[in-house]
């Protein structure tokens, strides 16, 4: 016999019965399908998903990933909101040592540390705390530190349209220090310079004295 083709199956499922049931929200599936993700994963990886220990972890590591790849969702508009102000000066600003954590996109793998991020305004000033929950909406995806690093660079330049920005991004990648060439000391450094901080030479170089790089651990 001819085993039934994948249409006509489908044409005989049964129509979806009528009463009302509450709808499970869409990401509460994808949660749930994360979770069976997991859970196999564990088995493929030698353990025993039923293990007390275990039991809840495929439910905590979806929760975790979908927290720490939130920035997809994140709406850059919204965050900013109505914090940008107008202000004469055109000086320096710089927000040192905003702490950030993010994921490698090869590894999945953290790569966690530090944003400094500096601009020149041009009429326009941005509320403070606005500058590192743009770094979080960037580095809450998979990422690579370069990319990471400009996209930081192209959302003030769009939303501030200042003389200038700077973003400089030193982390540690742990598919370095866990696994690979397992190098525990050393730092990556990516910079991304617009506006004045590439064109001018003497404000590029007033933002490296005001970081004071180099001296850190
Ligand atoms: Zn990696």
Not at 22 to 41: C, F, G, T, Y
Not at 159 to 170: F, Q, R, S
């Amino acid at each position: 016999m001819k085993p039934r083709s994948k249409k006509y199956q489908n044409r005989t499922l049964p129509k979806p019965s009528s009463t009302k049931q509450p709808k499970a929200e869409p990401s509460d599936a994808i949660l749930r399908e994360l979770e069976q993700n997991v859970r196999r994963k564990l088995v493929l990886l030698g353990e025993d998903p039923d293990r007390e220990g275990l039991m809840d972890t495929p439910k905590r590591y979806a929760k975790a990933m979908r927290f720490l790849t939130s920035g997809y969702k994140a709406d850059l508009e919204k965050i900013v909101g109505t914090a940008i102000f107008n202000e004469g000066s055109s000086e320096i600003v710089i927000i040192k040592d905003i702490e950030m954590f993010s994921l490698c996109e090869h590894h999945m793998l953290p790569f966690y540390g530090k944003a400094h991020v500096a601009y020149v305004p041009n009429g326009k000033i941005i509320g403070l705390s606005k500058i590192p929950r743009i770094v979080d909406a960037y580095a809450r995806r998979l990422q690579v530190q370069e990319r990471l690093t400009s996209q930081i660079t192209a959302q003030l330049m769009k939303t501030l349209k200042p003389l200038g920005v700077a973003v400089i991004i030193e982390s540690f990648h742990l598919c370095m220090m866990m696994r690979g060439v397992e190098k525990q000391n050393s730092y990556t450094i990516t910079s991304s310079m617009q506006g004045v901080f590439r064109d001018d030479a003497r404000t590029r170089q007033e933002l490296l004295s005001l970081l004071n790089l180099g001296g850190r651990r």
